[in-house]
């Protein structure tokens, strides 16, 4: 369910040396129930089938504090949302660190304009990735292959001191943190190109799971719509839409 490359499964299947057919793991320690039941509820609706089955909480269950929500709207606006839902997280540090937050992305583009709000909020953060600056100058000293090789090297060098910085809020591409998890997750889910359609379920899902307690999605896919209306109607998430940001007093 989290197969967001493309990879053929079947592969998988027979590891040579090893004898025996594979174990599926279904029981999850890291997840709460309403992160569990909005991410399996995604896969239902969406009518895919996967290897893998639904994920099923070893926590008993229990009166969770954070109900799941689903913001749908404009790109600009949903911006203004999760702006405003981080500062009133960091407004009480009882609740929230900086630490426990993370932003999770589809691409590094959408990564730069997170990183203007938490700039414009004066909250720190760290990225897994260069910032707007950095990339437009490796653009001008190299091209091609090579400034391919100095972004990754960049980003390598960035993705090793993502957890050092352990005071800082995260700000991700899902790719890159998939095979993390965090208490407070936010996806701002605005995918292009290759990442709509067939993946773009996949990708959300392994987004969602990534969550271990509370969860906002900033949806701004028209595509990806009907899903949280779905699930909303199930009472799974709690349903906004996202309105255009008023302007600044003059």
């Not at 426990?100 to 760290?126: N, R």
């Not at 996949?202 to 719509?225: G, K, W």
Request: with cysteine.
């Amino acid at each position: 369910r989290q197969n967001i490359y493309g990879t053929e499964t079947r592969e998988k299947r027979a590891v040579r040396g090893i004898i025996g057919s594979p174990m599926k793991l279904k029981g999850t320690f890291r997840l709460n129930n309403s992160v569990a039941e909005v991410a399996n509820r995604l896969i239902t609706l969406s009518g895919k089938s996967f290897e893998s089955g639904d994920l099923e909480p070893v926590s008993p269950r229990q009166v969770e504090l954070f109900r799941p929500i689903w913001v749908d709207g404009a790109e600009e606006s949903l911006l203004a949302t999760l702006a405003a839902e981080v500062r009133r997280m960091i407004k009480d540090p009882s609740q929230t660190a900086p630490a426990d937050i993370a932003i999770l992305v589809c691409s590094y583009e959408d990564g730069w304009k997170v990183s203007e709000q938490l700039d414009t909020l004066g909250y720190p953060y760290i990225c897994t990735f260069e910032t707007r600056g950095e990339r437009r100058c490796l653009e001008k000293k190299f091209s091609g292959e090579r400034l391919e090789m100095r972004l990754d090297d960049l980003r390598r060098a960035r993705k090793l001191a993502f957890w050092m910085r352990g005071d800082r809020i995260k700000v991700c591409t899902i790719h890159s943190f998939k095979g993390w998890e965090l208490r407070r997750v936010l996806i701002f889910f605005n995918p292009t190109g290759e990442e709509q359609g067939e993946v773009a379920v996949p990708l959300l899902y392994t987004a969602i799971t990534r969550s271990q307690e509370s969860l906002m999605v900033l949806n701004a896919d028209p595509q990806m719509v009907k899903y949280g209306q779905a699930l909303a109607r199930e009472g799974l998430v709690e349903r906004r839409v996202a309105t255009a940001p008023s302007a600044p007093p003059t």
